[in-house]
């Protein structure tokens, strides 16, 4: 695809002398919004401006929504092949424009009369300031009368002087903060002077940029999925933790495809959670992979375009003829509640391909919302089914009774990383390596302190043991957690940013040992009583065992809880029912330096690569065992699969 849009417009655009104002007019596929936009800019009472119009890429009916507009020869129409950012949208219609003050109207936005008006006289009653901006009403009834609170300043309120400098692009940096994206730099060459008047609208709706990119509802997948960006992202939202998949993933990228690769065609279908680039291991047996990914994802289902790999899309429209196209050996649909609905409308449009379900996350949140008849479909019509723990199995077998006989089943956790994350040197013992500080135990929680009440943390704290809370993201949604347990903690709560896969090792392995959740089961051994908790196994559990660390939990003894059974098999776990007796553990030096060893030992257990050849074999079960048996669908239909040879 090119990187320079293509350009139309009236030739009478360029006969006319400049016009003082150039709006800039980004859009990407916001063609029932974007008549409003033009109107109100044709509303104005400043009437000496000229339109650039910059599509991003669109495959709606932006075309067709422009095209009333076009004729006027104050307005050119530039659009891109595919998406590039807003930066790069936005300099575009920078280089193209001609006055010698500059103005933004997104295409979902709208000005009022008098907007420019305002903003232009703002500007020369402050000779000193580069940019005016105006009062903005941000929801149906709210207004601010300068920077929404909570917000910076957004394009619709902004008017600034020519300026040689230029926004950051997609390779450099993609986030909803436009502080970070252009404003900081402008402000270096002025001041930014208010109108004080209300005169546009920050449009309120679901389709809105910043919440498609910020977590909880938005994030870096929602992001790609919809932008459909298909190289590695450098992507921080106001809300999240910075992510480099630049840094992240380089290696991946650069490393030779595998081999010929004629191992089985698999389809990844639904999305693959934390994690996902353990489908490398997949690659790396030979196996051609395929993406098809499930709508509306939040922001840690990660679906693609992948940043990493050699993973083929296959198109959302038209997905049914893409499947006959490649003639899949297997379906392999995973993993969370979100991807339930498409992969059951997979299961039953695919009668001749052979289909795995692979779910984790999670039976009660089906329940809760509604798609548990769905769930249950996926389960029992499967041609083979894959359970994050032995526990969900058995959970299954009570929930979704008398199920195939003799149809395949494996357990495999569902988001286990790829081994590479845990090759780094480990770093020493801050408890061993800090003069004075005998005495003093340092655990570690990456991620929600689960079950750590504040007052729990004061209690550790008066038998000196630290706590170590990583995560931006997650630390802004534990605030009052934070200030209570700080209150009570002072010095012995601590906040670190998150970590990258690639720190794990170096960054954790510094600790004594790590918690998972803490919970009191409910139980009593009883697997119809067991809760999302029992079932569950973390996926931080993968991220302390790279890093060696022993695993904390409450010791739920004579109930049926997934992460305590496998840390017991293993002998990995740090087991407690009185924080005073789990200070006597965690005091032992030599109790936990040899549990730490133990974790070592087998941490490769938690790591996908290691379980990546037992996966490939279920999957050759389950194609023969398919190759004997029609798929009963809902209603009792039994369709027979036709497949091709192999």
Known sequence: MSSQ?????????????????????PTFEQAAFI???????????YVDWELIIVDDGSCDNTATALAPWLADPRVRYLRFDSNGGLGRAINAGLDAARGELLAYLPSDDVWYAAHLAALVACLEREPGAVLAYAGVRHHYNRSAEGVIPGECLQLVQCLHRRTALRWRERAELESDDLDRLFWNALRAEGAFAPSRAISCEWVDHPGQRHKRMREPVGGINPFRQHYRVSGPLRFHTTTGNPIDEERLYAQARSAPMAGTRTGLKIVLAGELAYNADRVLALEALGHRLYGLWTPAPYWYNTVGPLPFGQVEELPRQGWREALARIEPDIVYAQLNWQAVPFAHELLMHTPDIPFVWHFKEGPFICIEKGTWPLLADLVRLADGCIFSSPEMRDWFATAVPKLPAGRPEYVLDGDLPRRAWFLQECSPLLSASRPGAGGQVHTVVPGRPIGLHPSTVAELAGHGIHLHFYGDFTQGQWREWITKAGAVAPEHLHLHQNVDPDGWVREFSQYDAGWLHVFRSQNGGDIRRADWDDLNIPARAATLAAAGLPMIQFDNGGAIVAAQALARRLGIGVFFGSIDGLADQLHDRAAMAALRERVWQVRDQFCFDLHAPGLVDFFERVIAH??????????????????RAR
Do not use: E, K, Y
């Open 626 to 643: 398919a190759d004997r048996r029609g798929r009963v669908l809902a209603g009792g239909q039994l369709r027979m699969p036709v497949r």
């Open 5 to 25: 849009p293509s350009a139309s417009g009236s030739a009478l655009a360029f006969a006319n002398d400049p016009p003082r104002l150039s709006v800039i007019m």
């Open 35 to 45: 008549g409003r936009a033009l109107d109100s800019l044709w509303a104005q009472t």
